[in-house]
């Protein structure tokens, strides 16, 4: 008989707490599916956590700030300030008339080699607009 009655109390308490269970995850709504909860890729294009942000966008990345483009060959023409503080730094075979020649020269990029002359100062200064 006490045996019979052990069983069944073991029954009812599973039950209720059962049913108790049964009563939170009701409370709670939708089941809580197992969720990223950080931006776990920061290049991939994609909201991983899905809270509305997308890679440097969201606060988890942590981002450099963008930066600006390489000194453009009319920059630096028109900057003949920092041209000159710079170009004296450019190794061989620029030499700061040559490189001055090319950041004006008028022709194509190819033939006036603008855009190297602009590479070359902007190895040397880091250069960004
Ligand atoms: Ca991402
Ligand atoms: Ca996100």
């Given at each position: 008989m006490s045996k019979k009655k052990g069983v069944s109390l073991g029954l009812a308490a599973g039950l209720a707490l059962f049913v108790l269970a049964l009563g939170l995850f009701s409370l709670q709504g939708t089941p809580v599916v197992?969720?990223?909860?950080?931006?776990?890729?920061?290049?991939?294009?994609?909201?991983d956590d899905k809270d509305g942000f997308i890679d440097c966008f969201d606060t988890d990345c942590k981002c450099e700030p963008p930066k600006g483009t390489p000194c453009s060959p009319g920059y630096w023409k028109n900057h003949l300030t920092a041209f000159n503080a710079t170009c004296v730094q450019?190794?061989?075979?620029?030499?700061c008339p040559a490189l001055l020649t090319a950041l004006t020269c008028k022709g194509s990029d190819a033939n006036c080699k603008r855009s190297a002359a602009a590479a070359a100062l902007n190895a040397i200064s880091g250069c960004t607009e």
């Open positions: 197992a969720q990223v909860s950080t931006e776990t890729n920061c290049t991939n294009g994609l909201d450019v190794p061989s075979p620029w030499t």
